[in-house]
């Protein structure tokens, strides 16, 4: 072989340690599905019992006591950002202020109902909003209107929540939802995703007429457990 005088190195674990990066992603994946960061001690006790054959089994391992997962449902199981910004595209350079607008002023009307004690459910809340966003931003398009409040009963959900739905349901624990949405909106969208049977229920606001955060529409979820 000729020498041409070239060294060559790798760069993970050579040139770049990635001595935690293994353990940094099973912190990072017990975070994102639980709000909570497990300490590489805990990791490391977990896997020195010898029995997991998978990471996502040890990722669930430092959960032990967790019982149930109680999700959102826009935004963290369903894909509301996508799906709006699609059907939004055809304002043109409107279409990002449109989306963040909307979503924004939809925030806004449940809290301020909130604190004002004049509830109204959730597809009023989102229909006010868009109203608002529509006219601040000199869009008449009925039938646009009509597509982006449709968009609410038939989101899909983000590509990786099946799986884990049915990951948690198989470990034995309880998976629901808590959100601000009517019991019709998300009937509506659990049913087109797909995902009724791998939740154990789905909690509306409505049944006490409060938006989040109020306390009370916590105090419901840790009711029905």
Sequence with gaps: MKNIGLILFDIDGVIRSVENSYRLSLKKTVYKFSGWEPSYIDIDNAKNEGIWNNDWDLSLEPLVGVKAYIFDAYGTLFDLKNPVAARAARVGDKAFQLSELWRQKQLEYSWIRSLMGSHADFWKVTGDALDFTLDTLNIDDPALRSELMELYLSL??????????????????????????????????????????????????????????ATKVYDLAAERL
Excluded: C, Q, W
């Design 156 to 213: 899909p959900t983000f590509e990786e929540v099946p799986d884990v739905l049915k990951t948690l349901r198989s470990k034995g624990l309880k998976t629901g939802i808590l959100s601000n949405g009517s019991p019709t909106m998300l009937t509506s969208v659990v049913n087109h995703s797909n995902i009724a049977s791998s939740l154990d229920f789905v909690l509306s606001v409505e049944e006490i007429g409060i938006f989040k955060p």
